[in-house]
């Protein structure tokens, strides 16, 4: 069994990611399928088209919807379709993504963030900050840590602590 066959597996780590991805709030994703210059033939349509085929299988049982995903087949040693098309996938037209939003597509992969939509960020509510952690320094004293998940902070605001 090759890479992604191990990656892949019951208790793999490309299955792991991606079910952390999608825990973690992640809404897009982009694959790009690495190594593509080792499958046997190298640069093969059919390696692709399986390793494809099985991590849209996997991704739609998490909760991603595989038609919003751009996958690209690529050769980071070789920087095949990293930053423009390459010749040696003739087979390969192009990545899309079809989403409610409306369509993207592109031909490698320094294209496919472009199509990630940015996220909606809840502006007009409260502000909402749930605490990562407390930090206590010297000489400057204690500073808490978090990411701003509605609502909007500003310099000098004051802001009173709850629990949740």
């Known amino acids: ?8 597996s019951k208790n793999g780590q490309t299955r792991e990611h991606a079910l952390l991805a999608f825990t973690l709030g992640v809404k897009q994703l982009i694959v790009g399928v690495n190594k593509m210059d080792s499958t046997e033939p190298p640069y093969s349509e059919a390696r692709f088209e399986e390793i494809k085929k099985e991590v849209s299988s996997h991704i739609k049982k998490i909760g991603y919807n595989p038609d919003a995903v751009a996958f690209v087949p690529i050769s980071g040693w070789h920087g095949d379709n990293m930053l423009e098309a390459s010749t040696k ?34 502006t007009d509510k409260g502000l909402g900050l749930p605490l990562q952690d407390v930090y206590k320094i010297g000489g400057i004293g204690t500073v808490p840590v978090g990411r701003v998940e509605t609502g ?3 310099p000098g605001m004051v802001v009173t602590f709850a629990l949740a």
């Open 1 to 8: 069994a090759g890479e992604f066959e191990a990656g892949i």
């Open 152 to 154: 909007v902070s500003k």
């Open 89 to 122: 996938m003739p087979w390969f037209k192009g990545w899309a993504v079809e989403r409610k939003e409306g369509k993207a597509d592109g031909k490698c992969l320094i294209e496919a963030p472009d199509a990630i939509l940015p996220p909606s960020r809840p």
